[in-house]
């Protein structure tokens, strides 16, 4: 929990930023996680054609970060197992508080906020039961931990909000891991991964499982378009001689998913594992990225057909672009892609870490 100087210091930061916007700190469209070539590593805020806005010192590796919806305010959490996240000033770059996973929890190194701005929500894994929680954080009272609740599953990872409420959707990866055993995945006999929507409150709205052939697919990362249709990235964890799809398209209430793959000489090349996933500024595409296959792959996002793939090395993160997606490398590249172009911006001094955040 944060200490007494760290909670009155995230009212005041509350207050001070209720008079900005993030058109006050260079209007970014994204953030990123990265690691500088002095070896410290910083929270950046990106333009929508890969140009730095700013870039904030982290006090080690970050995964994915939480945009404040109305503040230039962000959370930006540990890797996973982390036990903090550090809330900053976008404008200031000051440290304004740190969440502290409480005893016998960690966290998965990302969250969401209600719609006002109000609450952040965490995904969290139990360590004495290895069942998933979602935490819950006032804002407004420098980010004071006021409950938890059931994430519906094991290894819940990304979760984000339903546009247009406060229901939540998170993806339940299914691995259950402890620190003590490293990332070793302890239940592959029995993994199951879902996608659980929630209430506010805790209540299960939907749940979906893969088919018993895909049992063993990690649901990871998550993407949802403006009119609630929702995208996830998974991860295989089965033999690697198998190259499953690694896209699943869903809605609330609409009973089984949607899995997408490309043809299978060219899936193949994901090894079985997708990183991000995103839709496309316009809503029209749907892609997925693969630092292990070095490969984007671009779907339609009506009839889900293979649209093709752009070769970039160590690529993972990825978001909505106006004409089509953005995306990061190990590296140091932002690239754009668009129909049939794709153009690059060169960060030789940065290496970005796994995700880009949307703040769109």
């Known amino acids: ?14 207050a001070s930023v209720s008079r900005a916007s993030w058109a006050d700190v260079g209007d970014p469209g994204y953030l990123s996680a990265a690691r500088a ?10 333009t929508p054609d890969g140009h730095l806005v700013f870039s904030l010192p982290l006090p080690g590796r970050g995964h994915a970060a939480a945009a404040h919806p109305h503040y230039p305010q962000a959370v930006a959490f540990a890797r996973r197992p982390g036990t903090f996240a550090d809330v900053i000033d976008c404008g200031t770059g000051v440290h304004t508080a740190r969440l ?20 952040l929500y965490t995904t969290e894994n139990d360590l004495e039961t290895l069942e998933g929680r979602i935490g819950i954080w006032d804002a407004g009272s420098g980010y004071a931990r006021i409950g938890d609740m059931p994430s519906g599953g094991v290894g819940p990872h990304d979760l984000r909000r339903l ?23 302890l239940n592959l006999p029995t993994m199951r991964a879902n996608l659980t929507y929630l209430d506010d409150r805790g209540a299960v709205l939907d749940q979906i499982e893969l088919p018993e052939a895909q049992r063993l697919n990690s649901i990871r990362h998550l993407s949802i378009r403006p009119d ?17 799809p690694l896209l699943l398209l869903h809605r609330l209430g609409d009973g089984a998913p949607q899995l997408l793959e490309a043809p299978w000489e060219i899936q193949r090349g ?8 995103s839709f496309s500024g316009n809503g029209a595409e749907i892609a997925i990225t693969s630092p292990r296959g070095g490969a984007i792959h ?3 996002g009506e009839s889900g057909g293979f649209l093709g793939a752009v070769a970039a090395a160590d690529v993972c993160g990825l978001g909505p672009a106006p004409g089509g997606f953005v995306a990061s490398t190990g590296g140091g590249d932002i690239l754009t892609v668009a129909g049939r172009s794709v153009t690059r911006t060169r960060h030789d001094a940065l290496q970005w870490d796994n995700h880009l955040v949307s703040l769109t």
């Open 1 to 14: 929990m944060p200490s007494r100087r760290a909670f009155l210091a995230g009212i005041l930061a509350a």
């Open 163 to 185: 546009p247009g409420s406060d229901a939540l959707v998170v993806a339940n990866g299914g691995i259950a891991t402890h620190p003590d055993s490293g990332r070793a995945k």
């Open 228 to 244: 609630g249709f929702v995208a996830a990235a998974m991860q295989w964890q089965g033999a690697e001689t198998i190259y499953p």
């Open 100 to 119: 502290a996973a409480p005893p016998g929890r960690h966290f998965y190194g990302h969250g969401t906020f209600s719609a006002d701005g109000g609450r």
């Open 37 to 46: 070539t002095d070896g410290t590593y910083r929270l950046c805020g990106l």
């Open 298 to 300: 671009r779907f339609d």
């Open 270 to 277: 994901l090894r079985g594992y997708a990183g991000s996933v």
